[in-house]
């Protein structure tokens, strides 16, 4: 059991009474600590609209940052979203009834779905939720129009483990 | 010879030659380490002054941030309070002008990226049946905490907060993310206080005057600040490297402050400095006109070792333990080659023949000289290197053989070997000396624990016959055994690099002389500290005074006369480096 377990608890009450548009909880295990979501982008430059967010709470939320990043994986057809085509060589099931996650193309994600936002590193306070994340998110992906990988993105995944650290970023360009 | 580019670092006489290091009781008001301006070397050389100053991290906040703001409140501000000057110093990164100047230009603007509320209201209250919002707990009775924005939190939550905040060294402001009001240094430490498990001696603040400074003698967040501060000004300030040691060393000097915001200029400055020092066959000369002075020989007295306000002495160019006798750049040279992999790609080039036609590596070790690359399935002759097929299906026979091509192979691997011998053979006494040294001082610490339970002991019981005075003996024979050490060790760095001239051979002996006394004293520090002898460690300890004063003086005279050596050595040009190596 998480020691913050009844924020956690509100926290996900919440999401589920009031959820948000164009974003749903995918699956979550029962200590509410790991959370899958689906988050929509709905501006039109993304082909495959629907994308995968691994939430992972830690143990010391809400003091820091839950571990957030976009995974790759499968995805049962017949949920909502575009079944859109793939170029991706490793998608080899779209002629099946199923498609694929991939990693949004967002000059702050880089290819193995981390993703450089400061909500999720200096700026987090214990004020932060879950929620805020998910709509930071949502709207970074949302306005953005540069569709290319970070700067960096080569150099970055070679080394990167499991998670984003909190501290081995740089805001590259904090305008988009 | 160029002279404009070149810093000299000199020391006071008893500085750079008495390296018996001294307890620094006599001279703690004096932590200037005042240089004489007079060149040891040639007249002509227009030496330059560098002085170092020593800090505690407490001193540190107490000149530069508390003072500061005091200074602005008496002479600038008089209208403002301590706490907000600090908040408007720290905002402004401790610029005292700044402060001034923002003040009168925008006092508004300034007021608000301060977080300083026009009225101030930040309360620490008790409250009754309070649900957090951060921790969702329902309180029947909790402390809360708010600033003058009344966005409110439980004091567990904001102690938390307060804590992940610390590290960045920045102002703290309300938890609220809209919310931009700072909360002050001294409210920071009255919320870590409250949590706080160890009561503070009151004894150990005795001797402090209570002044204005006295209240934030121990704010967490201005410790933080200071190291942030510090770590963002490299060239001026430098760290003590030594473990758990939190003092630091300022350049103060002329070149400090016309380079002071330029980091990067200082270290050219430095590595060019160094660059004159390098041996001509480095060609690392960046600056093609100042190779004339790549002649001057190699001077380490001018290596910057200062020491810091606990006696750790240590190199404020490398910001790494005293090195002498190797200069800093056979230093970086040697460190840089223990660390890569340059060795093993020696192993590999020695012991290894690449497969001709994928050029991996292979290493045989047996069989026949019928080779099939495991990688490409390429098969060869391990003699000739050439494809397999010409050389008949049934038995080994070999006459492709090209003596001058084989030989030019053997001789090159012959001499990668004798390359990583070599290495092995200085890196093995090298790291026997740094482990040795770990050692020592483990057994060190055990001693000096016995030994001051034991004088407790005998005081409380008035036995005492022995003051503290008469076991410094004792604590001058651990430094002498850990610097004597430190010396050995980076003298087998200066041995690799060394080219082997006639003179080597007295620096070896010199360094043998050393090694001797070094595991004599050593030795006597072993058997007090053996197990078999726990009773009797005190006993042993005064038993052995004479000895251990001896090898004492012994260890320091001969740590002197190694660095001596390889100084006077290299002047004269009778050392040399090879870095080529």
């Known amino acids: 059991m998480h020691p913050f377990h009844k924020r956690l608890l509100k926290e996900f009450k919440s999401l589920n009474k009031n959820p948000l548009p164009s974003i749903k909880i995918l699956s979550n295990n029962e200590n509410l600590t790991n959370f899958d979501f689906e988050i929509e982008i709905t501006n039109g430059l993304y082909d495959d609209k629907l994308y995968k967010l691994v939430v992972v709470i830690t143990k010391e939320y809400p003091v820091s940052p839950p571990k957030a990043k976009f995974v790759v994986g499968t995805r049962e057809a017949g949920e909502s979203g575009s079944t859109g085509t793939s170029e991706n060589p490793i998608d080899v099931s779209s002629d099946t009834m199923q498609s694929s996650y991939k990693i949004p193309i967002h000059p702050h994600i880089y290819s193995n779905g981390h993703i450089c936002l400061n909500l999720l590193g200096d700026d987090w306070t214990p004020a932060c939720t879950i929620e805020s994340i998910l709509i930071s998110l949502q709207s970074m992906i949302n306005n953005n129009t540069d569709m290319t990988r970070p700067p960096d993105d080569n150099r970055y995944i070679k080394y990167a483990g499991e998670f984003a650290s909190k501290d081995g970023f740089v805001y590259h360009d904090d305008s988009v | ?581």
């Open chain 2, 1 to 581: 010879m160029s002279e404009e580019g070149s810093i000299d670092y000199d020391f006071d006489e008893d500085e750079a030659s008495d390296f018996s290091f001294e307890s620094d009781y006599d001279d703690q008001n004096d932590n200037m380490i005042d240089t004489p301006i007079e060149s040891p070397k040639d007249k002509t050389d227009i030496s330059k002054l560098a002085k170092f100053k020593k800090w505690t991290t407490k001193e540190f906040i107490n000149e530069n941030f508390i003072n500061a703001a005091v200074k602005l409140q008496n002479l600038q501000l008089p209208q403002c309070n301590l706490e907000d000057l600090l908040i408007m110093l720290h905002q402004l990164k401790w610029q005292s002008e700044e402060v001034i100047n923002n003040y009168y230009d925008n006092y508004d603007k300034l007021m608000n990226d301060c977080g300083i509320p026009k009225v101030k209201n930040n309360v620490i209250k008790e409250k009754l049946e309070y649900s957090c919002p951060i921790c969702c707990e329902e309180y029947d009775n909790i402390k809360t905490f708010q600033l003058s924005c009344g966005h409110e939190y439980c004091i567990n939550c904001y102690h938390s907060y307060l804590k992940t905040q610390l590290t960045n060294g920045q102002l703290i402001r309300c938890i609220d993310t809209s919310c931009n009001l700072t909360i002050p240094h001294l409210l920071t430490q009255e919320i870590f206080d409250l949590f706080s498990q160890d009561v503070r001696d009151p004894a150990q603040d005795f001797f402090e005057v209570p002044t204005a400074n006295s209240k934030y003698a121990h704010n967490m967040l201005l410790s933080s600040a200071a190291r942030s501060y510090i770590n963002s000004k490299k060239s001026k300030y430098k760290w003590c490297p030594a473990p758990d040691c939190e003092n630091l060393v300022e350049l103060v000097d002329n070149y400090a402050l016309h380079l002071d915001n330029d980091d990067d200029d200082f270290d050219e400055y430095l590595s060019d400095e160094e660059s004159t020092l390098l041996d001509p066959s480095t060609n690392n000369v960046k600056d093609k006109s100042k190779s004339p002075s790549v002649d001057r020989p190699i001077d380490i007295s001018l290596t910057p070792i200062v020491s810091c306000g606990t006696d750790h002495q240590f190199c404020y160019n490398c910001q790494y333990e005293n090195h002498l006798p190797c200069p800093c750049n056979i230093v970086r040279s040697w460190i840089k080659k223990c660390k890569d992999d340059s060795e093993t790609a020696n192993w590999i080039e020695a012991n290894t023949h690449n497969c001709p036609k994928c050029l991996n590596s292979i290493e045989k070790n047996g069989g026949c000289n019928h080779m099939t690359c495991r990688t490409c399935n390429y098969e060869f002759c391990w003699i000739c290197f050439k494809e397999w097929s010409i050389h008949g299906s049934q038995f080994f026979k070999c006459n492709n053989f090209d003596k001058s091509e084989k030989d030019a192979i053997e001789l090159n691997q012959k001499q990668k070997r004798v390359s990583l011998q070599r290495y092995l053979h200085y890196y093995k006494r090298f790291a026997v000396h740094e482990s040795s040294m770990k050692g020592d001082m483990k057994a060190l610490d055990k001693i000096n624990q016995r030994m001051e339970s034991f004088m407790s002991e005998q005081s409380k019981q008035n036995l005492s016959n022995l003051s503290w005075t008469d076991v410094q003996f004792l604590k001058d024979a651990f430094k002498a055994l850990t610097n004597g050490r430190k010396t050995l060790k980076w003298s087998y760095c200066f041995g690799f690099y060394m080219k082997e001239l006639i003179f080597a051979e007295v620096f070896e002996q010199t360094q043998e002389h050393l090694n001797r006394v070094v595991e004599d004293l050593s030795k006597i520090v072993e058997e007090i500290n053996d197990k078999k002898n726990n009773d009797r460690s005190t006993e042993l300890i005064m038993k052995n005074k004479k000895a251990l004063i001896s090898l004492t003086n012994a260890v320091t005279k001969g740590q002197q006369s190694l660095i001596q050596c390889a100084e006077s050595g290299l002047k004269e040009e009778r050392l040399k480096f090879d870095l080529s190596i």
